[in-house]
C-alpha cells in the first residue's frame, strides 16, 4: 500500500501512530514491509491456503463474533444434503462436468432449494464473467431458509465451513506458503484477538490478490474471516480494495466491460434472454430479499436513459434494439481474433496493453492485423508504434511494410482540460473542475465520442436498414459548447442521475425509479448524485469542517454511504456493538437510524421489524437483517450461487506451479478459463513431467514511482528518473545459484518470452521453504517498454493468459521461469532461443496444463446430480 | 528548551556567536529582532515510507531539471546525492542485521524500523547481498550535469558501511560483517535529506558576491541573479550540499521554498509528504516536537533513535533542517560531526575584517568602473 | 532609476550602512528575492480537481497563469489526502505539461514505415467511414436458431479506467446503440 498508494497509507500510518498493529503479507519485502510492525513472505498464489488456515484457526478456537455470526450471516442455514465438499472429493466439489470443464451448483444449494435454482448454463456464465454482476448485489436465492441457531447441524454452513478448512493446518499452510508456522499463528493470533465487540481489524487488498485463476475466491476468503470476526460493515473494519486507476471503479459501475450494462445489469444473452421479460426476471429472484428485487425499475430506466420517448412500456423500452452475448467477448478473446482476422477495428482509450496486458505478444501481433486501430492518449504509447518499434518488429514477426493496419493516433485531454467525475477506489464520486483547455487536436473523450457518434448518425441518417434504428433512435442530444462544442458532462451526469419524465425533475434516490417507463436513470446506483439539481459530485465542504466520516466531501454511491452494510456496525437491538465501535444506531425517540453515515438501510425501518411469510424485496429485510443487496439478507460464509468454482474457497496452485498441490489431487483451478493456442503456451506445471525447465516463480507489481503501463510515468521526465531502467529483482541466493550479479544484465525467460533488465540482488528476497525444497521467486516491474523517455523490456511479455472463470481476471502474479546472466538474444535469435527452451520443456506447442489431475472427477459428476446421489 | 530558544535571539549572543556558537541567525543577518521567527525541516525518517514524492515535488514547484536516467542500484535509490537538480535525495538503506546486535545497539524488534517477528525469521536464508550491493553501487556514480554532482565512490568500502551494521569502525574493515556473510535479518532504512540551513552556514560565509544570503526566516538561499558561478560554496559546505550545474555554472540547492515562505505556504516538499516525515514550522516548535518524538521512541524501546543536527552547540550551530535518525549517521551517508569551516574565524576576526573591507573597497572600485 | 536608488540597491553599500554588517543577510538580499512571490498567488485561475494516477482520489489545485498550468499540489480541503500528494501525483504538471506529449493527429498509412500529419475533422470522418464499415462486415443479426443478435464484432474498444464516468457512459451507449459489444477496459485486468 506505501508503494502503489502512498497518500492512503497515511491513515495506516496514522493508526499505528495510535497503537494499531500493521501486518504486512508479501512475496517481496517493500516500503510498506519497512513500515509494517509484521512482515510475512509468502509464495505467490497462496493467499487462499494462508487465509483457509486462519479461517480453521478460528473455528478450532470458537474465536468467531458468534453473536454476529449468528444474527448477520448465514452460518446456522443448512445446505443441500447432496453437497459433496472437497474433503470429499479430492479438491473438487460435487457437480464437476468433466465435458465442459465447470460446475452445475444444483448441489450446493440451500436445502429445499435444489429445484428452485434457474435454468442455468454454466459454461455460459464462465464464457460472460456473469458473476461479476454481484459486485453491487448478492445472486438471487430465496430468503426463506432452514436455519439451526446452534450451528450444531451437520449441514449448516457453520459445520461445512469447519470440516472444508480442516486441513489447512499451520503446518499445511507451512508447506504451501513457505510461511513459518509460528509466523503464521502469530498472524492469526493478532487478527483475532484485535476483532470482536470492542476492535475491528480492517483487510486491504489489491490486484496481488485478484489477479489469479482464484482471484474472486481468494477475496471471499478474505470476507469470510471478516464475516466470522464481525468486521463488517463496522468502522475499522471490511475488505477494502486499493483499486490502481483513478476511475476504475467508476468504469466498472458504468461499464465499459462486454458483460455489463451500467449499476451492474447484465448485457442481454441470446440464449438466455431473448425477451425483455426473460432479461429482467434473471435480474431478480422471486421470493428474494432486498433491493435488488426492484432491478424491472432500474432495466426499464436505463433503457428509457438510452433511447428515451422511443422507449415505451409497449414496445419493451426498444429492448429488441439491444446486442446480444452468446459467449466469451472479453479482451483476450478479442485479442486471438484480431490475430484471426476476425476483428477490423480497435479502439483503445487511455489503455496500453502492448505493455500493460498479459502475454504482450500476442497483443501486438493482434494489432497488428487489423483494418485500424484509433488510439485516444496523452502520448505516443507503444499501442500506437507497435509497428515500428516492438519486439516483433526486432523478430521480423511484424513487418512493418507488410503490417496492414492503419493507426490514428488522437490526442487526448488531460485530467486538468475537461471536466467531470471519477469514482475512487472507496465508490466516492469527486467532481474534477476544468482549468485550460487541452492544447493542439487534443480533445476529451466525451468530445471524441459524442462527436464521433453525431457523425455517424448524419452519414446513416434515412437509411431503412433495420439495423440502423438503434444508432438513429438514440437519445444523443446532449449541449455543447465552446469553440470546440464539447458536449456538457454535467448534461451527461444529470442522465446518469435520472429524472422523472413528466417534470423533468432529477431524482433523489433509486427508490424513486419506475418500471413503467415514467422515469430515466442511466446507472441506477448512481442516482443521488444530482439530487435536487445539484452537482453533489462537487460538494467541498473541507474535510476539517465536518465529522471525520466527512459526508459532504463529493458522493460516494449508494446513496452517499460511506460505509457499506453500516446496519452491521449496530447490534440486532439496534445498538453500538460497543462505545469504541459507535456508528449507526436506533433512536428509539426519533423512531430512526442515526449515526456517522447514511444508513445503509431503510431509515425507518425498527430492529424489531418482522416480515410476513409473503413479504418479498425490501419489505422481507428484517429489521436485523444488514446485507440488504443478498436475497437472504445475510453476509455469505458460503456461497450457494454467484460463483463459478465452489461454494467455498479451495487452495488450488497457479497454473504454472514449480509444486504438487499439498492439498488435494486437483492441482489448479478446474474451471479455469483457458486458451489453447500456440501464442499462448502454459508451462509443464505437477504432475507433468519437465518441470525443471522453468524452475523458478515470478511475479510481477508496480513501483511508486511508475503507473501501470508507463503511459503516465515514463514520459514524465520527473517520475522517470526516479526509476529509470528495467530492472529485476532476485534474492542473493538466487544470485548464486545462477550467476546473477548486481547491476549486471540479466534476464528471465518464459515459452511465451524473455525480458532483460537490470539485476537487482537484494537481501529484500528470500527463497522459501515449501515443502520439503527452496522455491525461489524472482520479482519484476511491469512498467517499461521500447517507448518513451525511460525504454526497457515489458514484463507481461512473460505471462500467458489463463483466466479466473469468475470475471474473467487473468494470472498475472504468478508464473515459472528461468533466469540468466546476460542480456537476451536479440533479433531472429530470440525466435530460436525460445524454441530451444520450449524444445526442452517437451516440445511444446499448443500446451496447457491439465485441467482435471484427480480420479475423483468421475464421482463428483455423478455426485453433482441429486437424482443420482447417495 | 523553549526558552533556551528564545535565548538564542538576545543581542549578546548575536553579537558573540556571529560566527560560531548558538544563534537565532536572521536577527543577526540584518531583519531585527522582530524578524520573523526561524523557520525550518524536521525530517523524521522512522515514519518515511521512501516514496520520493519530497523529490518531485521540490522539482516541480522549483522547476528543478531532470538529472537523467541511470540506474545507481544504490537500493531503490537513482538520485544519489543531494545536487543542483536535486534538492531532496531520499536515502534508502538496505541493512541486514541480527535481532540480538540490534537490542545491543537499542534498536526496538517491532518498533519503528524494525519488524516483529524478524522480518526473515525462520526462513532458509544464507549470505547476504547488501554490501556487494552497497560496494558494487557505489562505483556507478552517475552523470546528473552537475558538479561535483554524484561521482563514483573511490572507496566502496564506506558503501559497504553504509549497507551494513555501522560499528563505529573507521575503516571499511567490518569484523564479522564481511561482503557474504551470514543474513540473519533485514530492514529497509530511509531517509529524505536536504539542505541543512546551518546556522552557521560555511556555503554563505565563503560566498564573494552575495549570492548566498540568509533570509528574513534564518533560511539560506542561492539568489539565482546573483550567481556567477565561482564555486567556493562547494567547498564550504560541511554537509557536501551545495553542487552547481554545468550548463550555466551557478549553484542551486534548497531554499526552503522561499517564495512560498513570503506566502505562508508551506515549502513543496513537507506540503506533499504523505507521511508526515518531513515536517516544516517554527523552528523552536520542531524541536520540542522532535525532542517529544525522541522521547516516546526511546520509551518504545527504540534507543538507538537519535536527532541529528537539532544541536545549537554543535560544530555549525545547530541546523534549520535537522533528522530523527533511526541509526548512526554515517549509515545514511551523513557526517557525524560536520563544522561550520569558520569556525575558527572570531579569533581572526580583525584581521580577516580588515581584508573583508579592503576587499570590499576594491569591488566597489570596479563595480563602479564597470558602470560608468 | 535614480542614483540615489541604485546606490542603494548596492550591497555594499547596505551592508556598511545598515543592519547587516556582515552582508550575509538583508544586505545580501537581491531585488529579485526581495520581490519573491509564491506563483500560485499571481495564478489567473485555480481549478479544483483530482489527482489522475490511483484510486486513491486525491484532490488536486491546479493553478493556470496565461493559459498554462503553473503547479499543480494537494488540495488541503480534502479529507482523502489533506493536501499532501505520492511522487506521481506531484508530478502532475510535469504530466499535462510534458515535452513528450503528443498534441496532433497522427496517421500511419498502412504498410507505411512513418507517420504522417492528418486534420483533426478528416481524421473524425476517416474513423466513422471505418467504424461503419467495420460494423457492416461482421454484423449479425440472429443465431443460428434464429434468435436476435443486433451486434457487430467488427470493431471493439479496450480502455475507461483513466477516463471519467460521463465518457465511459457516453462510449457504453454508443457501442451498444452500434451493436458493438467488444468492450473493455482495465477493470478486467
Same mark, same amino acid.
Not at chain 1, 637 to 646: E, I, K, Q, T, V
Given at each position: 500500500m506505501a508503494e502503489c498508494h502512498p497518500v492512503g497509507f497515511q491513515w495506516v500510518m496514522a493508526a499505528k501512530e495510535r497503537g494499531a498493529r500493521v501486518i504486512h503479507v508479501d512475496p517481496r519485502f517493500t516500503r510498506t514491509s519497512a513500515v509494517a510492525n509484521t512482515y510475512v513472505p509468502i509464495r505467490a498464489g497462496s493467499d487462499i491456503a494462508f487465509m483457509g488456515g486462519i479461517v480453521k484457526y478460528i473455528l478450532d478456537n470458537e474465536l468467531d463474533f458468534r453473536e454476529y455470526v449468528l444474527a448477520y450471516?448465514?452460518?446456522?442455514t443448512i445446505v443441500s444434503d447432496d453437497f459433496c465438499d472437497t474433503e470429499d472429493l479430492d479438491g473438487l466439489f460435487s457437480g464437476y462436468d468433466p465435458e465442459l470443464g465447470?460446475?452445475?451448483?444444483?448441489?450446493?444449494?440451500?436445502e429445499g432449494h435444489e429445484a428452485a435454482?434457474?435454468?442455468?448454463?454454466p459454461a455460459m456464465e464462465r464464457e460472460t464473467a456473469?458473476?461479476?454482476?454481484?459486485?453491487?448485489h448478492g445472486p438471487g436465492?430465496?430468503?426463506r431458509v432452514r436455519r439451526d441457531?446452534?450451528?450444531?447441524? *451437520?449441514?449448516c454452513v457453520y459445520q461445512l465451513l469447519k470440516r472444508h478448512f480442516s486441513r489447512y493446518t499451520p503446518e499445511m499452510v507451512e508447506k504451501v506458503c513457505g510461511v513459518p508456522r509460528e509466523r503464521f499463528l502469530d498472524v492469526a493470533r493478532a487478527w483475532t484477538e484485535n476483532s470482536g465487540r470492542e476492535r475491528t481489524t480492517a483487510l486491504v487488498y489489491a490486484v496481488g490478490w485478484t489477479q489469479h485463476t482464484t482471484g474472486a475466491q481468494t477475496i471471499r476468503t478474505g470476507a469470510i474471516i471478516q464475516l466470522l470476526l464481525g468486521?463488517?460493515?463496522?468502522? #475499522?473494519?471490511g475488505v477494502m480494495a486499493l483499486r490502481g486507476h483513478a476511475s476504475i471503479q467508476g468504469s466498472t459501475d !458504468?461499464?465499459?466491460?462486454?458483460?455489463l450494462l451500467p449499476g451492474?445489469?447484465?448485457? *442481454?444473452?441470446?440464449v438466455l434472454h431473448p425477451t425483455y421479460s426473460d432479461w429482467v426476471t434473471s435480474i431478480c429472484h422471486p421470493e428474494q430479499k432486498g433491493f435488488?428485487?426492484?432491478a424491472p425499475a432500474y432495466c426499464a430506466s436505463l433503457l428509457k436513459a438510452y433511447w428515451g420517448d422511443k422507449a415505451t412500456p409497449d414496445n419493451d423500452?426498444?429492448?429488441?434494439y439491444m446486442p446480444r452475448l452468446t459467449g466469451d467477448h472479453g479482451i483476450y478473446k478479442q485479442v486471438l481474433d484480431m490475430i484471426d482476422g476476425k476483428i477490423k477495428g480497435y479502439f483503445l482509450m487511455g489503455q496500453n496493453p502492448a505493455v500493460g496486458s498479459m502475454n504482450g505478444r500476442a497483443q501486438r501481433l493482434g494489432m497488428g492485423n487489423l483494418d485500424w486501430l484509433v488510439v485516444r492518449d496523452l502520448f505516443e504509447i507503444e499501442s500506437a508504434t507497435f509497428w515500428k518499434n516492438s519486439v516483433e518488429v526486432e523478430t521480423g514477426e511484424i513487418v512493418p511494410e507488410e503490417c496492414p493496419t492503419e493507426v490514428f493516433f488522437m490526442p487526448a485531454a488531460s485530467h486538468v482540460e475537461k471536466e467531470g467525475t471519477f469514482t475512487q477506489t472507496q465508490r466516492l464520486l469527486q467532481w474534477r473542475e476544468k482549468a485550460l483547455d487541452p492544447p493542439g487536436d487534443a480533445r476529451s473523450d466525451l468530445w471524441f465520442f459524442f462527436h464521433l457518434g453525431r457523425i455517424i448518425r448524419e452519414k446513416l441518417a434515412?437509411? *431503412?436498414?433495420?439495423?440502423d434504428r438503434p444508432i438513429l433512435d438514440l437519445a444523443w442530444n446532449y449541449p455543447t459548447h465552446g469553440p470546440h462544442e464539447e458536449p456538457s458532462a454535467e448534461a451527461v451526469l444529470r442522465e446518469i442521475n435520472g429524472y422523472a419524465v413528466d417534470t423533468g425533475l432529477t431524482l433523489?434516490?433509486?427508490?424513486? $425509479?419506475? @418500471?413503467?417507463?415514467s422515469t430515466v436513470c442511466g446507472a441506477w446506483i448512481y442516482c443521488?448524485?444530482?439530487?435536487?439539481?445539484?452537482?453533489?459530485?462537487?460538494?467541498?465542504?473541507?474535510?476539517?469542517?465536518?465529522?471525520?466520516?466527512?459526508?459532504?466531501?463529493g458522493w460516494a454511491w449508494p446513496s452517499n454511504?460511506? +460505509?457499506?452494510?453500516?446496519?452491521?456496525?449496530?447490534?440486532?437491538?439496534?445498538?453500538?456493538?460497543s462505545e469504541r465501535k459507535a456508528y449507526l444506531w436506533w433512536d428509539e425517540t426519533k423512531g430512526c437510524w442515526d449515526g456517522? @453515515?447514511?444508513?445503509?438501510?431503510?431509515?425507518?425501518?425498527?430492529?424489531t421489524y418482522r416480515p410476513g411469510p409473503e413479504a418479498e424485496g425490501?419489505?422481507? +429485510?428484517?429489521?436485523?437483517?444488514?446485507? !440488504?443487496?443478498q436475497g437472504d439478507g445475510k453476509g455469505w460464509?458460503?456461497? *450457494?450461487?454467484? $460463483?463459478?468454482?465452489?461454494p467455498l474457497p479451495t487452495h488450488y496452485e497457479p497454473p504454472?506451479?514449480?509444486?504438487?498441490?499439498? $492439498?488435494? #489431487?486437483?492441482?489448479?483451478?478446474?474451471?479455469r478459463k483457458v486458451y489453447d493456442r500456440p501464442e499462448n503456451i502454459t508451462h509443464p506445471s505437477p504432475p507433468?513431467?519437465?518441470?525443471?525447465?522453468?524452475p523458478y516463480v515470478f511475479t510481477i507489481a508496480r513501483l511508486t514511482e511508475h503507473h501501470t503501463a508507463?503511459?503516465?510515468?515514463?514520459?514524465?521526465e520527473h517520475l522517470a528518473e526516479l526509476q529509470p531502467e528495467m530492472f529485476f529483482e532476485v534474492s542473493p541466493e538466487l544470485a548464486a545459484e545462477r550467476g546473477l550479479t548486481h547491476l549486471d544484465f540479466g534476464h528471465v525467460v518464459t515459452a511465451r518470452g524473455a525480458v532483460e533488465g537490470k539485476v537487482l540482488v537484494t537481501d529484500r528476497l528470500t527463497p522459501l521453504r515449501v515443502g520439503n525444497r527452496a522455491v525461489h521467486q524472482i520479482w519484476l516491474p511491469y512498467?517499461?517498454?521500447?517507448?518513451?523517455w525511460s525504454k526497457g523490456d515489458s514484463a507481461n511479455d512473460l505471462f500467458t493468459m489463463v483466466l479466473d472463470?469468475?470475471?474473467? !481476471?487473468?494470472?498475472?502474479k504468478a508464473g515459472t521461469c528461468d533466469v540468466r546472466p546476460g542480456r537476451r538474444p536479440h533479433g531472429k535469435e530470440l525466435v530460436d532461443y525460445l524454441n530451444e527452451y520450449r524444445r526442452r520443456a517437451g516440445? $511444446?506447442?499448443?500446451h496447457q496444463t491439465p485441467i482435471i489431475t484427480t480420479d475423483a472427477v468421475h464421482e463428483s459428476h455423478r455426485r453433482g446430480r441429486p437424482d443420482d446421489g447417495s | 528548551m523553549e526558552v533556551e530558544n528564545r535565548g538564542l535571539r538576545d543581542e549578546r549572543v548575536i553579537r558573540e556567536n556571529r560566527?560560531?556558537?548558538?544563534?537565532?541567525p536572521a536577527p543577526e543577518a540584518g531583519?531585527?529582532?522582530?524578524?520573523p521567527p526561524r523557520m525550518g525541516f524536521f525530517t523524521d %525518517?522512522?515514519?518515511?515510507?521512501?516514496?520520493?514524492a519530497c523529490e518531485v515535488a521540490c522539482k516541480e514547484w522549483n522547476n528543478v531539471p531532470e538529472t537523467g536516467?541511470?540506474?545507481?542500484?544504490?537500493s531503490f535509490d537513482n538520485t544519489g546525492d543531494l545536487t543542483a537538480n536535486s534538492w531532496r535525495h531520499v536515502a534508502f538503506i538496505e541493512q541486514p542485521v541480527s535481532r540480538e546486535k540490534l537490542a545491543d545497539r537499542g534498536?526496538?524488534?517491532?518498533g519503528q524500523a524494525g519488524n516483529e517477528p524478524p522480518a526473515?525469521?525462520?526462513?532458509p536464508t544464507s549470505r547476504t547481498a547488501a554490501p556487494e550491493m552497497a560496494a558494487r553501487a557505489a562505483t556507478?556514480?552517475?552523470? =546528473?550535469? %552537475?558538479? /561535483?554532482?554524484?561521482?563514483?565512490? /573511490?572507496?566502496p568500502g564506506a558503501a559497504v558501511e553504509m549497507a551494513t551494521e555501522?560499528?563505529?569502525? /573507521?575503516?571499511?574493515?567490518l569484523p564479522g560483517r564481511? /561482503?557474504?556473510?551470514?543474513? %540473519?535479518d533485514f530492514r529497509w532504512l530511509m531517509m529524505s535529506d536536504?539542505?541543512?540551513?546551518? =546556522?552557521?552556514a560555511g556555503c554563505l560565509d565563503v560566498?564573494?558576491?552575495?549570492?548566498l544570503f540568509r533570509t528574513e526566516f534564518g533560511t539560506v538561499v542561492v539568489q539565482e541573479d546573483i550567481c556567477?558561478?565561482?564555486?567556493?560554496c562547494i567547498s564550504g559546505c560541511p554537509y557536501g550540499v551545495i553542487d552547481q550545474r554545468k550548463d550555466d555554472g551557478r549553484a542551486w540547492k534548497c531554499t526552503l521554498c522561499y517564495d512560498r515562505l513570503k506566502d505562508d505556504m508551506m515549502p513543496a516538499c513537507a506540503k506533499a509528504c504523505p507521511t508526515e516525515s518531513i515536517q516544516y514550522g517554527p523552528l523552536d516548535e520542531l524541536r520540542e516536537r522532535a525532542a517529544r518524538r525522541l522521547e516516546k521512541l526511546h520509551e518504545q524501546g527504540e534507543t538507538a533513535a537519535r536527532l541529528y543536527g537539532?544541536?545549537?552547540?554543535?560544530g555549525v550551530g545547530g541546523d534549520g533542517a535537522f533528522f530523527l535518525l533511526l541509526d548512526e549517521p554515517e549509515v545514511y551517508g551523513l557526517p557525524p560531526d560536520p563544522v561550520v569551516p569558520?569556525?575558527?574565524?572570531p579569533a581572526m576576526w580583525k584581521r580577516a575584517g580588515m581584508a573583508a573591507l579592503t576587499m570590499a573597497a576594491a569591488a566597489a572600485v570596479a563595480f563602479v568602473g564597470r558602470r560608468s | 532609476m535614480g542614483v540615489r536608488t541604485w546606490i542603494e540597491g548596492w550591497p555594499v553599500y547596505r551592508q556598511l550602512t545598515g543592519t547587516d554588517p556582515l552582508g550575509r543577510g538583508l544586505a545580501a538580499m537581491s531585488p529579485r528575492s526581495a520581490e519573491l512571490r509564491p506563483r500560485t498567488e499571481t495564478a489567473d485561475s485555480m481549478a479544483r480537481s483530482v489527482c489522475p494516477?490511483?484510486?486513491?482520489?486525491c484532490g488536486q489545485r491546479v493553478y493556470v497563469k496565461d493559459g498554462r498550468v503553473t503547479q499543480i499540489e494537494g488540495d488541503?480541503?480534502?479529507?482523502?489526502?489533506?493536501?499532501r500528494l505520492c511522487p506521481k501525483g506531484a508530478a502532475s504538471k510535469n504530466l499535462v505539461?510534458?515535452?513528450?506529449?503528443?498534441t496532433r493527429v497522427r496517421y500511419r498509412r498502412p504498410y507505411s514505415t512513418e507517420w504522417e500529419d492528418l486534420d483533426l475533422d478528416t481524421a473524425m470522418d476517416m474513423i466513422a467511414d471505418r467504424v461503419i464499415a467495420a460494423r457492416a462486415a461482421r454484423w449479425?443479426?440472429?443465431?443460428?436458431?434464429?434468435?436476435?443478435?443486433?451486434?457487430?464484432?467488427?470493431f471493439s474498444g479496450l480502455g475507461g479506467a483513466t477516463l471519467d464516468n460521463e465518457e465511459n457512459y457516453l462510449i457504453k451507449k454508443l457501442f451498444t446503440a452500434l451493436g458493438a459489444i467488444q468492450i473493455e477496459n482495465q477493470a478486467r485486468i
Open positions: 450471516t448465514n452460518a446456522a465447470v460446475y452445475d451448483p444444483t448441489t450446493w444449494q440451500y435454482v434457474e435454468p442455468r448454463d456473469m458473476p461479476m454482476q454481484h459486485e453491487s436465492v430465496s430468503a441457531e446452534t450451528l450444531q447441524h *451437520p449441514r468486521n463488517v460493515g463496522r468502522p #475499522g473494519g !458504468i461499464p465499459t466491460l462486454f458483460n451492474y445489469l447484465p448485457m *442481454p444473452n441470446a435488488w428485487y426492484k423500452f426498444c429492448y429488441g434515412g437509411s *431503412p436498414l433495420r439495423r433523489r434516490t433509486f427508490g424513486q $425509479l419506475r @418500471d413503467d417507463g443521488g448524485v444530482f439530487a435536487d439539481g445539484v452537482n453533489q459530485a462537487n460538494r467541498r465542504r473541507p474535510g476539517k469542517e465536518q465529522t471525520w466520516v466527512a459526508p459532504e466531501w454511504r460511506r +460505509i457499506l452494510y453500516n446496519r452491521a456496525s449496530a447490534d440486532p437491538e439496534g445498538r453500538p456493538w456517522y @453515515d447514511d444508513p445503509d438501510f431503510e431509515k425507518t425501518k425498527p430492529p425490501t419489505e422481507a +429485510i428484517a429489521g436485523d437483517d444488514p446485507f !440488504i443487496m460464509l458460503y456461497a *450457494p450461487s454467484g $460463483l463459478l468454482d465452489g504454472e506451479s514449480p509444486v504438487r498441490n499439498p $492439498l488435494y #489431487g486437483q492441482q489448479a483451478n478446474p474451471v507433468e513431467p519437465h518441470t525443471d525447465v522453468f508507463g503511459g503516465m510515468s515514463r514520459y514524465v512498467h517499461w517498454g521500447p517507448g518513451g472463470p469468475n470475471v474473467l !481476471i487473468q494470472e498475472g516440445n $511444446l506447442e499448443y | 560566527l560560531y556558537g548558538p544563534l537565532d531583519y531585527g529582532m522582530d524578524a %525518517t522512522s515514519v518515511c515510507i521512501g516514496c520520493k536516467l541511470d540506474l545507481l542500484g544504490m534498536v526496538a524488534v517491532g526473515f525469521e525462520g526462513l556507478t556514480g552517475k552523470e =546528473t550535469g %552537475t558538479e /561535483p554532482g554524484v561521482p563514483p565512490s /573511490p572507496e555501522f560499528l563505529g569502525m /573507521p575503516s571499511s574493515v564481511l /561482503p557474504g556473510g551470514e543474513r %540473519t536536504v539542505c541543512k540551513h546551518c =546556522t552557521h560566498c564573494p558576491t552575495g549570492a556567477n558561478g565561482c564555486g567556493y537539532n544541536d545549537p552547540e554543535d569558520t569556525r575558527d574565524a | 494516477y490511483c484510486a486513491v482520489g488541503p480541503d480534502s479529507p482523502i489526502n489533506r493536501g505539461t510534458s515535452k513528450f506529449r503528443q449479425e443479426d440472429v443465431d443460428d436458431s434464429g434468435r436476435p443478435l443486433n451486434r457487430t464484432l467488427g
